[in-house]
């Protein structure tokens, strides 16, 4: 797992916290051979959920839509241009998923550490 | 919930082995030996079913086929194999296989008053109620010393039925019996039942429990140990 | 002459008079088991066809068992809910619902083929039937408990051991009873199966289910509510009887050939196989499992098992849709894995104990987090509500939720007569119209596959009178997106994938792919109105009557043959070669696609009888003013389409509308070729007197809702 030892608060309380319903994101849960669940997410660390690889199931989750979400609804241009590189740069939808997971996972963690480390700041409220 | 009436101790076959190896006889007793220490010894039988109730998926299919291959008719009551399950309770203890156990030294066969119950040399001296014979005097079902009782009591037909391994199954479009097959091995669908040749040790009640999960059932999401 | 594969009687139940009644299995035999069975048994003794809500008295459920349950027929252990539902909109129709365990089989063992519930108990009742001996019992200090406090009471009751070290349990009264040939009920190691209600059924909610065991439920439609509306609590049945079949030595071979042939091999299994028959046992849950210390756990005769039951002693026995209800909710919480699968598989438990349907919750449960959003739903809010919005996610809330919905309290007290009536009793109509409450047909969500993509879902659910939840072409979308995801190569090509589908597709749409072009120029044709008639004639037979499980069939394709062909319609294990081998008739693949058509052909009356007519047949506004869009659900939604070459392909349907005026003309298309009335939708004297139904034509006639002949 990498931090990004730079990440400043502002933009860690972006990461964490939940945008309003209605700029949700959403995703869905395909469990072959019958289960195909529709659903959201609100926060970029649900996306660590919804993304992490399992052996019996796909997300379902709109790699070029997320990045656009991370960047306009999130408030993370970072974020989302890692989540582009890291689609791009993937040879099936699978592994972007397996790679955007890992992108996502290290930014959650970082944003998780940059608030650890300024004790004095508020938890994240949801923004308007 | 009735006393089962057939819970009764004596027959009078044991009685007269008992006071004839009393006078120092190892007295041959039909398909078995009464030896003078007391002993009641028969052929061991050829084969034997051991399961892996931690694998078992409860499906009942087992049941079913045995019924099936020995009468053409669906019942669980008449199958020789018996799954019980608790739904509310937790894995392990949510089920347990109960199959006939063909004993060395079996009981039932021993306290049969007419040889109905024998180990039937023809099949590998599986234990086998022949229907011939049963009078239906349920002393093999109260001989039985496990829970549930590994013999059957066909209500219907007013007999005794036990397992034997397949012998006779005209339903099943092959051979049954020890060298044969066996209808609840052969439809399992997860392979929780096995035939095994070697005698499980007779002396623990846990010795016909076998560990049949191998990798497919770890990839499969499930544990592998015993 | 012998009547193979039944139990040979049917229990009729007057819950007003406390009173049982036998009635002979061989007058309904023409229509197989299950639903129609159910169907013929309603109309019968439904004496008033016309009600819409399923609280009104004169209402009569059947719970039905197939001749295939019990027989070793894989995967054909399921039993059938018929009768007027609960909580639908506009109208509560004739309708179904079916559950798994051993409820089916055990029901057979004990005499009967089905069981008619018909009037009003004066005060709560439990039914206890062993063996044909059937005991009515005061359950006033059942009602109230959970659907797994009252099983395991009712077991007390019966003097039933817990657990599994357990012995034979004796059937009969007294010792002078078994020694008596006559009256020997003999022996049994199994537990009575169950059947009950929790509190959701208690306060008769629309969300109210049937269930068994602790996982199997009967959730759609309401019938736990009108269980409830009856004073039913419970229905408990053990037996000892036996089934005799026709041709056990057909049975047992068939069997083997279905493990051999169809099945991937247990010692070098193919995981990644393309069929439904043929998987090895895989826990069919949302949620990964909580330990790997579980058994698979199936139904009566499942070749499959698609349950489980763990060493931490929750989430056993569910499966599905119902452990990931509060799925996204839990994500919000959830610091680790393990706490999001616990959250959910006990949020799942939470669900099956107060006996609840879950499906609300796929798009329910975000329209309720919309209005809390908006502000108009919470304390002091327009829509009052003092549930513990602040903890949305937690365990607690879920809990706090079903007891709402289950009991009647809170938002539960709107909601309990149906998502969609609250939603106009509270100014929502709009969000049926944005789709923000995604509410797709007959006042039930969207299960997953919207009608504007996957179209015979869609149109089969609103041509009858529920969400299909039929997977029986879903399968080719979860096999080639799973392949497409992977980047694999796919299994089956598009053009040989639809040829095998429609080599089976018998009688309609037989060697026609056409039929499974899902592209956009086809989705409104003829083409696809034949194959919503053959799946809704397959279904109402083979899965809902003879009763083989959605999971496993229908097996059209299957990558562990030499041929790819599936087990559907084979000659060797074809869902008619086993219903021949337990009943002793000589169907074709064909006739009961025929018989399927005569029960869809009854239901239909039934629901002219309510009053349906074409004119309310229609989805929800979202389905015709908004598009389906890239990323709402999966990135990609792959299926066989037709290019503009006329080559098969794989293509995304992404991104569609449902036209209305092109949906009336598939309407039309659809009711001509069912040889009912177009501009009604009503069956005809001449379809109906032609499937041997002419007192039903009569019945249409005389209540002035009779389809007219086409000139």
Redesign the interface.
Known sequence: MALTTAMDVETAHRILA?V???RRF?V????????????????VG?LE??L?P?????P????E??AAWIEHDVGDPAGAAEVRAAAAAA?????ACVAVYERIRDRVASARHALESAPQVQAPERRA | MAQDPARSEGASRRAFLAASAATGCAVFAGPGVLLADGRFVIPNSAGFLVVDTKKCQGCGTCMMACSLAHTGRASYTLSRIQVLQDSFARWPDDLALAQCRQCQNAPCVEVCPTGANHADAKFGHVRRIDQSLCIGCKSCVAACPFTPDRVQWDHGGRKAQKCDLCAETPYLDAPGGPDGVQACVRVCPVGAIAFVREMPDQTREDSYQANLRDWVWKRLGMTMEK | MALYGYAGKILRLDLTAQRATEIDTAKYRSWGGGHGLGSALFWEFCKDKTIKDGRNPANVIVVASSPLNGTLVPSAGRSEVVGVGLGMYPYSWYTRSGFGGRFGTMLRQAGFDAIVIEGRASSPVWVDVRNRKVVFHDASALWGTDTQTAQERIWAQMGVPRGTDTGWWDLNASAAEALDPATDQGRTTQKPAILTIGQAGENQTGGGGLVHDAGNIAAVAGFGGVWGSKNLKAISVIGTGEIPVADAKALLRARQVTKEKYVSDLQQPDFAAWTKIGKQPKLMAMVPPPTDEFRPQACQGCISGCRARYSVGYGSETKCQVTSWYFAPSRRVAKSSQELIEINLRAADAAQRYGINTYFAITGLHWLEHLVEEGVLGPGKAIPSNLPWDKYGTLEFAEKLIHALSCREDIGADLADGWVQAAHKWGRAEDLRTGHMAFSYWGQPDHGYDPRAEVEWGYGSILGDRDICEHCFNIIFTNITSSFAFAQPMRIQAKDLVGIIAEKLSPYAKNRPEVLDYGDENMYSENVAQLVRWHRHYTRFYKQSALYCDLRWPDFYNTNTPDNRGATASDDAGEHVWWNAVTGDTLSFDDGIEIGRRIWNLDNAIWTLQGRHRDIVHFAPYIYETHFEKGELFPFYMWPCRDEQGQWVYRDIMGRTMDRRKFEEFKTSFYRLEGWDTASGWPTRATLEGLGLREVADTLEAAGRLGKERA
Request: charged share 15%; aromatic share 8%; net charge positive.
């Open positions: 939940s309003p319903h209605v959403p869905g849960h395909l469990r072959p051979p019958t289960g195909l669940i529709p659903s959201f997410v609100r926060s649900e959920f919804v992490a399992r052996s019996d199931s796909l379902g989750v709109h790699m839509r997320l040879p099936s939808y699978v592994d």
